[in-house]
């Protein structure tokens, strides 16, 4: 993943602009919020719900933590080649049968998705999308970049596959991300994958913690002080069109998981390409409404993009609490059908070509 990049555009934005937003379990410190400069577009809306017509909220149901991590040793492999690729889509398309799902494989220029589908129980719902990259780099096993984001997705298919909700539930997982977020591009160019889409919950590296102060990192020069300098925390990127996504992990978080900061972008074009560079991007630009979930990468991650992210450098409570907020997200987000678009939501600029998806 192109963690790099993400982190210090995102600073970058806040330093020259002041635009983005801390929010640190509800703590909100909001700086000047800037006009956005590109028209807004129309998007997929419905009349909210009055609040006696909603359902009642559905309980998320409790994550296995031995099965995730059961799932993150079992991929604790490189998985750049063709072969090393086509074993780790074998034991995902195993899983997501063993957990009553009926995975189909999206074919590209030279990769290959897998995606699922579980209907909702109201068509006019919409459909949320939980997503994750399985593939690494050449020189490293990638167990955080990603597969501990693998092993979440995994077991939103157990938990939420049989859970009657009005949402619509989709699964992918995206090939060839570290390449040029190829497998996502594909995925967002198909309209029969994104019709009815309202959201989609990326996940990247969602297994590395450090508790030590100081072993969080941040660029200098922030017009904001940092919220802490351990790297404990969950943190959710989405643009600011979609607060309804963001929200949903601070809503549903609970005292015994990592706390959650979200960053709310605004899609201010120039001022952000290098927040195109990962899987959420491609429904940015589509207008769809996307949030990345990751541990920061490199800002507290020593074996980023190294042969050391092995399966022993894994912080596995951190890892199951991740799990754990991304099922209880998820879950909400499923059972409370609604416009999930704001005032300010539009697609991003056309801002993915070459040069924005090259790895930094």
Partial sequence: MRKLGIWL???????????????????????QILETSFQQSPVRSRSPQSRAEMPAPIEAPAINPDRVLADVEALAFKRHSEAERSRTRDYIASALREADWLPQF???????NVV?????????????LVAAHYDSIEQSPGVDDNATGVAAVLETARLLGQLPTPRTLKLALFDLEEVGLLG???????????????????MDMIGFACHTEGCQQYPAGLPISPPTDRGDFLAVIGD???????????????????????LPIPLLGPLTPDLLRSDHAPFWQKGIGAVMVTDTANYRNPNYHQ???TLDKIDRPFLTGATQLVINATTALLSTPGNLTNDAAAPAPNLLDETSTTPL
Wanted: charged residues 15%; glycine residues 10%.
């Fill in 9 to 31: 555009a995102l600073f970058f934005v806040t330093l020259v602009g002041v635009i983005t937003g801390w929010n640190w379990h509800g703590i909100q410190l909001r700086p």
């Fill in 106 to 112: 999206q074919t590209f220029e030279n990769g290959i």
């Fill in 116 to 128: 699922a589908e579980r209907s909702g129980t109201d068509p006019s719902a919409g459909a949320i």
């Fill in 184 to 202: 996502s591009l594909a995925y967002a160019a198909d309209d029969s994958l994104t019709e009815n889409l309202e959201g989609a919950i990326v």
């Fill in 240 to 262: 600011r069109g979609h607060m309804s996504l963001i929200n949903a992990f601070h809503e549903t978080s609970q005292s015994d998981l990592p706390q959650v900061l979200s």
């Fill in 307 to 309: 042969p050391t992210d």
